[in-house]
């Protein structure tokens, strides 16, 4: 994330920064929200994700309930045929992985033909798609409330360390076949991390990693520098902001002290945190904006704010002495992205106008895989594309989707 022509805010802008958060999280009775145990949250209550959105469009669509190993139970969906059907035959199991502040529902708000999760459906493969801790279909734990704030105490690490392993363990199970891997934005940063550290390699067949986060020290939106840069994140978890809704009333009002910053224009909200979007179809784009954003933990986005800051990319920096105590360490261990296995299929694509995914910090990223099997690294480049091009553009079948479905049979 390049930071052209933005100051960083000054010391009293982060100290009002700081009372105005203070303020939003107070409960009215002037203390900070109060903690729980033992209620477990069920998160939406209206009809799952197949019903809402799959089945309108004539496919098949199976839910299914995955239980993490430290209790967070996560909504997974499984396409496992195209309209026309097909499923007698033996099918090769793709998973889905969305970004961050998003769900699942991502890869379904574009009509069947556009959609990547039933283009692929169509074109003979078992369709497996997840939904991370905290969004909208997985906010149940089998003792946490989401309501209060253990239930947000994780980051990406735990993503890594749980919740991937969790659903690539389930469809193992379910299919006895190794799963090809779809990711876009921290998709791909969950996925490159866990990769790095040798974690479900045995049941990986290769990875397709669309607008691919690992290094972000140039990202050129304005707004999220601004939050990065003022160390946002520290500031709501000292406040007891746990959840970060950008829905609720506290957040939101947050979004509006940081669109008044100088430089930043939120005028056009996707623009100012994706980059110049070429290709949206803008009945899809009202779609997402009344579907998403969803529900993060604020620790999640400390974590992606320490990445930017530090230029490094390394486990959850909770400071040197709860460093020492949780790691041992002074610092944070650092993912080596030089240690994902040289053999496993790779496939990049990124674009030229993405401000999330900045074509320099993609650049680093191909460094650390330089020593890559030349065989097993495909990379893509598509000058006029930016961040929600990659899901939601009019010609990413034709652009991305068609190539990605190549590069799938290469490795059957």
């Known amino acids: 994330m390049g930071f052209i022509g933005i100051k960083i805010l000054s010391c009293l802008r982060i100290m009002n920064l700081m009372i105005i958060l203070v303020m939003l999280v107070l409960e009215p009775n002037g203390v900070l929200g109060s903690r729980h145990l033992g209620f477990i949250s069920h998160g939406d209550n209206g009809a799952g994700m197949c019903a809402s959105i799959v089945a309108a469009h004539g496919y098949k669509c199976q ?240 974590h992606l704010a320490q990445t930017v800051r530090d230029g490094v990319l390394s486990k959850y920096d909770y400071g040197s002495n709860y460093n020492l105590e949780h790691y041992g360490e002074i610092k944070p261990p650092k993912y080596n992205l030089g240690d994902i296995p040289r053999d496993l299929p790779l496939f990049l694509s990124y674009g030229g106008q993405d401000a999330l995914s900045d074509s320099n910090d993609v650049e680093t990223l191909l460094d650390y895989l330089k020593f890559h099997d030349v065989d097993k690294l495909h990379v893509q480049y598509i000058k006029s594309y930016a961040h929600a091009d990659f899901i939601m553009a009019i010609n990413a079948n034709d652009l991305v989707y068609n190539q990605i479905i190549s590069f799938f049979r290469n490795y059957a």
């Open 63 to 302: 839910e299914f309930e995955v239980k993490t190993d430290d209790g967070y139970i996560l909504s997974v969906q499984r396409i496992p045929e195209g309209r026309i059907g097909g499923g007698g035959q033996i099918r090769q199991p793709v998973l889905l992985q969305h970004g961050v502040l998003v769900d699942g529902a991502t890869w379904l708000l574009s009509p069947p033909e556009q959609s990547l999760a039933m283009i692929l459906a169509d074109n003979g493969f078992d369709v497996w798609i997840s939904n991370i801790r905290g969004t909208r279909y997985s906010r149940r734990h089998v003792n946490l409330d989401a309501k209060y704030s253990e239930y947000w105490n994780w980051s990406w690490d735990e993503l890594i360390v749980h919740d991937l392993p969790s659903v690539i363990d389930f469809i193992f199970k379910q299919t006895g076949q190794k799963i090809h891997y779809v990711g876009h934005s921290m998709g791909t940063l969950i996925a490159l991390a866990s990769f790095s550290e040798g974690r479900e390699i045995d049941k990986v067949k290769s990875a397709a990693l669309l607008s691919p986060i690992a290094y972000l020290s140039h990202m050129t939106t304005a707004l999220g520098e601004v939050a990065a840069r003022a160390f946002v994140g520290e500031i709501t978890t000292i406040f007891g902001l746990a959840e970060f809704n950008p829905k609720g009333g506290p957040v939101n009002k947050l979004l509006k002290f940081f669109c008044a910053q100088p430089g930043v224009n939120c005028y056009d909200l996707m623009t100012a945190i994706t980059g110049k979007n070429c290709c949206l179809n803008s009945s899809t784009v009202e779609i997402f904006l009344n579907d998403e954003p969803q529900s993060t933990s604020t620790k999640n986005l400390v």
